[in-house]
């Protein structure tokens, strides 16, 4: 996690302090700057301490801070240090690269870990607009397709289409007004029918005696008025 990148970062940054202050103590002239390396150095070894989070890290700073001491004894003896500077100066460079690949392994289980979250992420939204999706076919099915049936169906019943007749499906809301349209429907056509016949009727008693009447009238000559 985030703490193990910091510690492998923080470890990395030590082992380049290191390296570098095993350089400047190598190209030390004067006494007070080789105490001001050792000093340096010494403080970059305990801060390293806290980075360790392995045996083998232990192990390489273990093996460092024994070279290092060595290295400053054979300074202070006036002896050539060469060798013990490069024993030194590669357990540095051995505690750089634990951390360095730490770090490298950190990042690239993280890289594998973003890439599983990425691939979550995208199912998830897929997921999500699958059912957007099929909760808007649901209610076009449900909801919107049975109300425009309805209105459709009330607006041929307007325009003189006396037979249209709902369909009653859908949510029980739309079954119950489709159903009540229906009957009002029925009833309205059942009273249309029962008018057309009173007044076939109508016609029909009126027509006797308007006949007889229009054959006494058509009977009367023109020129002898009543």
Do not use: C
Not at 26 to 35: L, M, T
Not at 68 to 95: G, H, K
Not at 142 to 157: D, K, N, V
């Amino acid at each position: 996690g985030a703490k193990e990148i910091r510690a492998s970062a923080e470890g990395l940054r030590v082992g380049e302090q290191l390296e570098f202050g095993l350089v400047a103590l190598r190209d030390a002239g004067e006494a007070n700057s080789r105490a001001a390396s050792e000093h340096f150095l010494r403080r970059q070894l305990v801060e390293a301490k806290e980075y360790v989070s392995d045996s083998a890290e232990r192990d390489v700073l273990q093996d460092l801070r024994a070279k290092l001491e060595v290295y400053i004894y054979a300074i202070e003896a006036n002896q050539d240090a060469r060798p013990q500077f490069e024993a030194a100066f590669a357990s540095a460079r051995a505690w750089t690269r634990i951390n360095f690949e730490r770090s490298r392994a950190i990042r690239v289980v993280e890289a594998r870990w973003d890439r599983v979250a990425g691939l979550v992420a995208a199912t998830s939204l897929f997921v999500i607009a699958f059912g957007i999706a099929a909760l808007a076919l649901w209610m076009r099915r449900r909801t919107f397709a049975p109300a425009l049936q309805l209105a459709h169906t009330i607006e041929r019943y307007a325009a003189g289409e006396r037979s249209a007749r709902a369909a009653e499906t859908g949510a029980q809301e739309f079954r119950t007004i489709a159903h009540q349209f229906n009957d009002m429907a029925s009833t309205l056509e059942g009273q249309r029918t029962t008018q057309l016949t009173f007044l076939a009727g109508v016609a029909h008693d009126l027509r006797n005696p308007l006949t007889a009447l229009t054959m006494a009238v058509a009977a009367i000559p023109p020129d002898q008025p009543l």
